[in-house]
Each structure stands twice: as structure tokens, then as C-alpha cells.
């Protein structure tokens, strides 16, 4: 890895958009991937970690260490988004054998191990339910000054897409994301606004999916055709045929982060149960609220990603899969 790459742990669910992140984090040379931790979510646990694995092996990654973590929520039972990636989370998608198995150790304890023996601050990009995070910050407060920062894929500033007021991952576990954004640590929040800002098109899918098969770009291709399908009523997604890379777009904020359009703002999370449970309130004001209480920028605790440069994402994304596109 060159000198300039940022050293980065994933924590992953491992499903489509999270198997793209996994590419592209895995194959750029702008990041150091020092380990990657799975989590119950898009499907169960041993699913995440044995997709996680083959998506490495496909790239030619065994060097990072895999570690499951949690199963379920804190304290909810979990409830799976096999209806988005399919019944094995990469829509059926034939990936090689993992040659390996996951450490033997949990999630926490290869996060705790990672930052503890890493050489700098390390950026956590959080692709899932925050499980894991929740439980690390919780056991080890004295390694919160080793994170540089978490990047994490969820919330959203206005409609849910697991409720029509939740984002899934926050929903999935609602007090988790709790605990991580009142954790001190440096957190951005990559919510729906930009997860469905990064899109290939209908006539980029069908050039990866040409690609000789069993090879990354056509792996790629296969992925994103089956997110156009399921998702073609989704609204936010511009262009017919068309699918948001998701998860991968969250690397790429970390890759370019000058890419992103940012504003401090006071995130929390509704945890009462009722259809606002897992929503990410997320206070934009500035002025005067209610009883004369100020409200301003600068007593926020999470910059919250309004808008990113998707053509530009799209490009970084295609290029690392294929070369110049």
C-alpha cells in the first residue's frame, strides 16, 4: 500500500451494495483496509461472513482479516433485507470459494486488536447496523482517540426507506446508532440523500456485465442489474435501468471527500417505539427554537452528507472496477 493510503476498518452486512464497497475499498489504492467486521443485518451473520470472504477472494484480498460480530441488535430481534439482496444477500451471484476462515476472535475484539496495534488514527467506514461499533465504543473508550473518524452509511435527513421515517440500518438498530453519535467520536452521517445520488446506468450495467465472466466488472454487473430490478420504483434513483451503488458510495466519500457537501448538525436518534423508531432526527436550524433555546451549526455532533458529486463517485467507482470507462 502507498504511504498516503488511509488506514480504514470496514464493518459490514455483507449484501450487494456492501459487497460493492468491499471491491472497491479492497482494490483502491487511496485506502489501507487493516481488517473488516461483519454484522447481522442485510442477512444473517454466517451469510455476512461468508459472503464477505468471497467477495475478497474474488479480488484477490485474503490478506484482511474477517471477523463476525453480533448476530442481532441490541435489543431487538433482527429482521433481514433478503427481499432486496436475495435469499444469499449477493443475488444469487456465483463468487469463488473463500480459501480461509474468519479470525477466531469477535468483531470487537479485532477492532479493539486493529486500533490498538495501528500505527495512526484509523477512519471506521460503518456500511451496517452499528452493533458492533456500539459494543466497541462501549467496552474500549480509552481507544475512541485511535478512530480518526466513523464514515457511516445510514440515517437520512428527510424519508426513511424501512419505514417511511427510518433509514434500515439505523432502523435495524436503533440504539446502537444512539450510543455510536453521542460517542464523541468524529462522525459523518452518509444517509439516503447521497446513497441514491451514485448510479450507473442501464447502458454502464450491460458493458460490466458483458465482461468475461467470473471476473470483477461482470460480478459488478450482475449486482447492479439485480439492484435495478428490485429497486426500479424507487423514486430517488435517476434514469430508467438505472441502480444507486449504495455502500460504494460511502468508500467513495472517504476516497474523495472533497466530493461531498457537508453540514454540522445535532443528529438524534428516535427510539420510541411507533413509526418514528429508528428515525434520524436531524436538526438543520439556526436561530432561536423553542423557549428561546439558540440552535447553530457549531453544537452539532455529526456533519451530515446533503449532497455529493454523483457523476463524479460514479466515475471513481467504475474506473477502480474496470479501468478508465
Do not use: K
Not at 35 to 53: D, F, K, P, S, W
Not at 89 to 103: F, I, K, N, Y
Not at 304 to 317: D, I, K, P, Q, Y
Request: charged share 15%.
Amino acid at each position: 500500500m502507498s504511504a498516503a493510503a488511509r488506514p480504514v476498518i470496514l464493518d459490514v452486512d455483507t449484501g450487494i451494495d456492501d459487497a460493492l464497497a468491499l471491491m472497491l475499498a479492497g482494490l483502491s489504492p487511496a485506502l489501507d483496509v487493516r481488517a473488516i467486521t461483519c454484522v447481522g443485518g442485510n442477512v444473517h451473520l454466517e451469510q455476512v461472513v461468508q459472503n464477505t470472504l468471497q467477495v475478497l477472494e474474488l479480488i484477490g484480498r485474503r490478506d484482511i482479516p474477517v471477523a463476525a460480530g453480533a448476530r442481532q441488535p441490541l435489543l431487538e430481534s433482527p429482521i433481514d433485507a433478503s427481499y432486496i439482496h436475495g435469499s444469499n444477500g449477493v443475488a444469487d451471484a456465483v463468487l469463488p470459494a473463500a480459501s480461509r476462515q474468519p479470525e477466531g476472535v469477535h468483531a470487537v475484539e479485532l477492532l479493539r486488536r486493529t486500533l490498538q496495534d495501528a500505527d495512526a488514527p484509523v477512519t471506521i467506514i460503518a456500511l451496517a447496523p452499528l452493533t458492533n461499533i456500539a459494543l466497541f465504543v462501549t467496552m474500549y473508550p480509552e481507544l475512541l482517540p485511535r478512530i480518526e473518524r466513523i464514515v457511516f452509511m445510514g440515517g437520512a435527513v428527510g424519508a426513511g426507506n424501512a419505514t417511511a421515517s427510518a433509514e434500515f440500518n439505523v432502523w435495524h438498530d436503533p440504539e446502537a446508532a444512539a450510543i455510536v453519535l453521542r460517542s464523541g467520536v468524529a462522525t459523518t452521517m452518509y444517509g439516503l440523500e447521497a446513497f441514491y445520488a451514485v448510479t450507473c446506468s442501464a447502458e454502464q450495467i450491460a458493458a460490466l456485465s458483458a465482461a468475461a465472466p467470473g471476473s470483477v466488472a461482470s460480478t459488478v454487473g450482475t449486482l447492479l442489474a439485480h439492484l435495478a430490478v428490485v429497486t426500479e420504483n424507487e423514486e430517488r434513483i435517476a434514469g430508467v435501468g438505472a441502480a444507486a451503488i449504495g455502500d460504494a458510495g460511502t468508500v467513495c466519500a472517504v476516497i474523495d471527500p472533497d466530493g461531498l457537501t457537508l453540514r454540522r448538525a445535532q443528529v438524534e436518534v428516535a427510539l420510541a417505539p411507533g413509526i418514528t423508531r429508528g428515525q434520524t432526527v436531524v436538526d438543520l436550524r439556526t436561530g432561536l427554537g423553542a423557549g428561546g433555546s439558540e440552535t447553530h451549526e457549531a453544537a452539532g455532533n455529526v456533519d451530515v452528507v446533503l449532497a455529493v458529486r454523483g457523476e463524479s463517485f460514479s466515475r471513481l467507482f467504475l474506473e477502480t472496477m474496470t479501468g478508465p470507462f
